[in-house]
């Protein structure tokens, strides 16, 4: 860590208090011994390390039945998986998520895993429970939402002391599932299993997933929302995260009244105690004050709320979380305040979507169509109003001033553009940023509808040669610039003759900026259509599909000699309703 900055509180780089405030980390001298021993720990499943800080720290429903209620006064209910379980079945599983946990991989091989992991069969020291927390859907306050058919089973903690929760998504109904039956279907759950892991490998902040079981029981679910509700097969997910925790989960208390407002101090106190120490810690010699006007009032000191300094990281972790999904092209679909992660995590894949042909007002969303409020343009702003209403839930519960929610906000935008343009710059291989360049180049992929993944893929066969002919420009792009006419031609040539100015000045080598290039632009993405034919396939028992993606998305900047099938563009039956686009049925 950089030492405390000499400079007046004023002047003090912003980036330095980013870096004061990062994921806590044990002490260096400890860190190797640790990490020596954590390597050689694997655990069978009676020997995982539970512990149980949510429950025994935080407010509780006094009742642990699943009627349909609003649970007031309580972060959660006690509540048992009830899922009905007729030989289940493990679809799928993530070793690198195993490896988290400490947990043995041959633990996989049990005739008893699936049992397990469809809370069929208890597993030795949980104690389950599902969330109470509310949020703002579509941009309109919901109330009392909750874990509906998510139950957490608890927190493993592993040899390196990190902290992980454990929970089952389908395992049956709590007292927040309202009017449905707490239950998922195999097609949305394979979606989760594989966009955890998938974007995990892509480096982008997210919830993970340790396995995938069939329940052998079928589920209604009226996917189209068209009276005509079909019989799909049950599974349940095992999630994985450091922690669950959401804005809403804080909403709730404080929608309340001030009976309640205790509760939203209590569970911030718990965050910032178990997932971000560091902020607890912060020294007031660290002066991390910072001028918000022209006038002496307008200064936020951080080391003097606890509560400002976490507002702050939570801010610049959503905006850091967003600039990522725009550099890669995936769009969430659902931005509701109840969705968003306070440890800045992707967190509950529903109708999610990875772009295929550049298109800014892209939504995978069905419900989401009138207004595209989550389409993909939108979400750094949807990700700013989300921090607002966050921010407002503190202040309500009187733990930020005005003051302080504004300075998280215009830290968020900051933070958020900062950000992508450092995205943006690597993925053209360029060292600064060139808005005219990015933005023409955005314009040209928008006007032909072309591929986003494979088109960036392909920009770093461009080489830094001011001497190609003009009609060989375009040549390096030739497999992503389909059926484009002669005024497309020219434009795209005059991009890429401005591109080429630019790859001169940097001094950079074509190879080395090549393997930088394919560094940070995926050959290979989920795309639904992927996703579709793995469903498929599993719905008709052949699992070996969703196994195989798995794999393809484990090295997605790899280029995979005899995988470029997964590379390729969606084929006609992809746009057929259920795959490009997708409701919130799952």
Known sequence: MDSPSPDPPSSLSVDSVADRLKYQSLKEQDNDNINNKSKNVKLSLEDLNWDHSFVRELPGDPRSDSIPRQVLHAC???????????????????????????????????????LKFSGASPLAGAVPYAQCYGGHQFGTWAGQLGDGRAITLGEILNSKLERWEVQLKGAGKTPYSRFADGLAVLRSSIREFLCSEAMHFLGIPTTRALCLVTTGKFVARDMFYDGNPKEEPGAIVCRVAQSFLRFGSFQIHASRGEEDLGVVRALADYAIRHHFPRIENIS???????????????????????????????????????????????????LNTDNMSI??????????????AFDPSYTPNTTDLPG?????????????WNIAQFASTLKAAHLISDKEAN??????????????????????????????????????????????TNFFRSL?????????????????????????????????????????????????????RKASMDSVNPKYVLRNYLCQSAIDAAELGDFGE?????????????????????????????????????????
């Open 284 to 334: 007031k010699t660290e002066s991390l004050s910072f001028s918000t006007g022209d006038d002496d009032q307008s200064v936020v000191d951080l080391t003097s709320n606890k509560y400002a300094a976490w507002i702050v990281e939570i801010a610049e972790r959503t905006a850091s979380l967003v600039a990522k999904w725009q550099g890669v092209g995936f769009t969430h679909g659902v």
């Open 372 to 384: 595209r409020r989550y389409c993909f343009a939108n979400q750094p702003d949807i990700g700013l």
């Open 460 to 512: 770093s066969n461009i080489k830094a040669d001011p001497g190609i002919p003009e009609k060989e420009l375009l040549m390096p792009l030739k497999a992503v610039l389909l059926d484009i006419g002669k005024e497309r031609k020219e434009a795209w040539a005059s991009w890429v003759q401005s591109y080429i100015q630019e790859l001169v000045a940097s001094g950079i080598s074509d190879e080395e």
């Open 407 to 452: 300075y998280a906000m215009e830290r968020y935008g900051t933070k958020f553009m900062d950000e992508y343009e450092a995205i943006m710059s690597q993925k053209v291989g360029l060292q600064k940023y060139n808005k005219q360049l990015v933005n023409k180049l955005l314009n040209n992929l928008a006007v032909d509808k072309v591929d986003y």
């Open 76 to 114: 959660y209910t006690k509540v048992l998986p009830s899922a009905e379980v007729e030989n289940p079945k493990l679809v799928a599983w993530s070793d690198s998520v195993a490896d988290l946990l400490d947990l043995d991989a041959k633990e996989f091989e049990r005739p008893d895993f699936p």
């Open 546 to 586: 969703v196994r195989r993606l798995l794999k393809v998305m484990e090295q997605p900047y790899d280029e995979q000699p005899g995988m470029e099938k997964y590379a390729r563009l969606p084929p006609a039956w992809a746009y057929r309703p259920g795959v490009c686009m997708l409701s919130c049925s799952s």
């Open 343 to 356: 440890l800045g995590l992707t967190i509950d894949y529903g109708p999610f979507g990875f772009l295929d």
